[in-house]
């Protein structure tokens, strides 16, 4: 039979998926989601030995954080990419913390009830929905699991004298790290609870020494903080998330204490919450808000300080919200926003147990109090988890998070961008071009937002005015090939062909190891009647992607059929087509059309005549029309005859 702790810690696991079923229905968001999981081949191909290495050895999105990759992993060899599965997942790893911070709470109060409430809390707070419903936010529920279970283990060592349970914790950190390096206050919370609840150091006359002796037992988790660390800061500073140079340091101070004084705030009145906070723009908001945030946290550290002797837990509880908040706090700013929900995961907790203790030595008190504390604590965990139902319906696609988000944060770019991201995401073209011009408007100055424009223009048939959106995209960033692509493309529309030809060149130097540019002059080149010079991109742009179908195709059709004899290569031509021919399963009648022209080029016409027959049977087959072509050609080879034709800029392999 279950002990009394154990059954409550399952009936917190149930009440935590309860709350947050509705996240199986939601799907991936055009936020993270594509590069963690959708769009991340290492990813999609479950778990493999390559995908493993590639986990530990790599910094993408800017962290360094293996387990979660190898989690997300380990869902798409389950499931695949069925975003239900991966939302469920989270979901239960949440509700597992929730019971693992309950038996950690039963080790730290002696009041189950207490405990239940704040784990509860823990488990339907809103500002814990954003960790939980954001699928590529595996981190924070994975990283957490393992600093709870890091945290119970210390207790038993410390309480019991139990010395393997030291080095389970030890192991359990460790995990936590790979997962995400937010965790590296773990050893500075392990010093708070050798303080309080554990009284393992106490003010007095061998308070140094004793003091020393416990830093020094924390020596090996210290190792691993001090490596996070310097590979995490050297991940962010890879990935270009750290910024240091733009933000004075005092305004940087300024808001590390609006940060602080945001999270009390939101945790209290959880309200208006967003995926996104933007940093604040307006100079005399920062410092006034600085003033009175700064303000409150002087106040409560006193009152924590003061108290210290007859209530330690406030202290505790206050120091614990503190440090673990201080890698995200901002003192380095990472990205652009001021504030995230995640980051209060299990941060919050500190506060909760402060906050739960000091209405307990109230009551203690006053017992006239029980009774409103108790409605009050109902109340506010009613609210709590009302809330949390209405912010899960923001989760369900990208359209709706970002729609909110804009709400929330109104006339900030970056909520405009992802929002017309999202609407384009499902179609929307036109709503996403008002949003996309309105981020514009707010900041006039971001390329991609004027490229995403220009993009929206060409595909609404006007390049007339995608040109100068795309031109201003390459002023503001000159390197970036995608912004003078873009003006390539509006030129070409334009039939502006000398200056289309000059951007795609300027694309090909730009970004030497993508075909687009090669063989986009290459089509110019055949618009303008420049055939030899044509082939020789064209080659060029099979050698940089050499097993692209489309591509190989295209060039194996040109050098076949060629006007021009000095543009002709029917025995190359023979080799592209063979190899596209393959790599496409020998049964795609456009490419053994293109490979019967390269053998009637090449002189086969035997080879020429099977290959066009093939071709024919093929297409007959997937009933396709319009095969009057098809025939001609295989009606010239039976007369030994090649395939000669105008060439121009028709049938263009799919590039980036």
């Known amino acids: 039979m279950l002990s009394r702790p154990r059954s409550i810690a399952l009936l917190l696991i149930w009440f935590t998926l309860v709350i947050y079923l509705p996240v199986v229905w939601d799907k991936f968001i055009n936020f993270d989601d594509p590069s963690y999981i959708v769009e991340n081949s290492h990813v999609q191909s479950g778990l493999t030995w390559a995908g493993v290495k590639w986990a530990f050895t790599s910094f993408s999105g800017s962290n360094w954080h293996p387990l979660t990759w190898i989690s997300h992993m380990t869902d798409c060899q389950l499931f695949g990419p069925n ?14 913390n929730a019971a693992l911070v309950f038996l950690f709470l039963q080790r730290l109060i002696k009041s189950i009830w207490i405990n239940v409430f704040l784990a509860a809390l823990f488990a339907c707070h809103p500002m814990h929905v954003e960790s939980v419903a954001w699928v590529s936010e595996r981190k924070d529920v994975l990283s957490t699991l393992f600093a709870v279970l890091s945290l119970l283990a210390y207790m038993r060592y410390a309480q019991e004298k139990y010395r393997p349970a030291y080095w389970w914790a030890l192991v359990c950190f460790a995990l936590g790290l790979l997962a995400k390096p937010m965790v590296v206050t773990i050893p500075c919370l392990l010093l708070l609870l050798d303080w309080w609840p554990l009284e393992r150091w106490q003010p007095g006359r061998n308070s140094v020494r004793s003091a020393a ?6 020596w090996p988790f210290i190792i691993l903080t001090a490596a996070s660390c310097v590979i995490t800061y050297r991940a962010q500073q890879t990935g270009g998330a750290i910024n240091l140079s733009h933000i004075p340091p005092h305004v940087r101070l300024e808001e590390v204490v609006i940060a602080y004084g945001v999270y009390l705030y939101k945790i209290a009145w959880p309200l208006k919450l967003a995926v996104f906070y933007p ?50 706090a901002g003192v380095v700013q990472i990205g652009s926003a001021l504030v995230a929900d995640r980051y ?6 500190g506060i909760s147990i402060a906050l739960a203790l000091a209405c307990r030595d109230l009551v203690a008190r006053h017992a006239g109090w029980l009774k409103p504390v108790a ?3 109902v109340l506010y965990l009613s609210g709590c988890i009302v809330l949390t139902e209405f912010q899960l319906r923001y989760w369900q696609n990208s359209a709706t998070l970002f729609a909110h988000a804009a709400e929330v944060s109104p006339n900030r770019d970056i909520s405009e961008i992802h929002y ?41 048939g006007e390049p007339e005015a995608a040109l100068p959106e795309y031109q201003q995209a390459a002023r503001l960033a000159p390197e970036d090939t995608s912004a003078h692509n873009g003006v390539g493309q509006s030129l070409l529309a334009l039939n502006r062909l000398a200056e289309a030809l ?73 080799t592209l087509a063979l190899k596209a021919d393959q790599l496409a399963g020998g049964t795609n009648p456009n490419i053994l059309d293109v490979l019967g022209m390269a053998y ?16 024919l049977a093929a297409a007959q087959a997937a009933k396709l029309r319009g095969l009057d072509g098809l025939e001609k050609r295989l009606s010239l080879y039976q007369k030994h005859q090649p395939w000669i034709e105008t060439l121009g800029a028709t049938n263009a392999p799919s590039g980036e």
């Open 83 to 96: 975003p239900a599965w991966h939302h469920f997942v989270n979901a239960l790893l949440h509700a597992i």
């Open 213 to 218: 002796a416990l830093v020094f037992e924390k």
């Open 279 to 328: 940093l604040p723009d307006h100079a005399r908001w920062v410092h006034s808000a600085a003033a009175l945030y700064g303000t409150l946290l002087i106040l409560i550290s006193w009152v924590a300080w003061r108290a210290r002797s007859k209530a330690p837990h406030l202290l505790f509880g206050w120091a614990w919200f503190l440090v673990m908040l201080a890698p995200v």
């Open 344 to 349: 209060t995961y299990l941060p919050m907790l």
């Open 375 to 377: 409605m009050l604590a």
């Open 420 to 460: 017309a991201v999202a609407l384009a995401s499902v179609g929307d073209f036109t709503n996403a071009l008002t949003h996309y011009r309105k981020a514009a408007t707010l900041s006039p100055d971001n390329p991609a937002t004027h490229g995403n424009i220009g993009a929206l223009l060409l595909k609404f």
């Open 502 to 574: 000059a951007e795609f060149e300027r694309t090909a130097t730009l970004d030497p190891a993508n075909f687009w540019g090669q063989y986009e002059s290459a089509e110019i080149l055949l618009q303008l009647r420049r055939q030899t010079e044509a082939v020789d991109r064209f080659r060029k742009a099979v050698r940089i992607d050499p097993n692209n179908i489309q591509l190989l195709t295209r060039v194996a059709q040109i050098m076949a059929t060629a006007a021009d004899p000095a543009a002709r290569d029917g025995q190359s031509a023979i």
């Open 600 to 615: 009637a080029a090449a002189g086969d016409f035997g080879e020429a005549e099977k290959a066009a027959k093939k071709a």
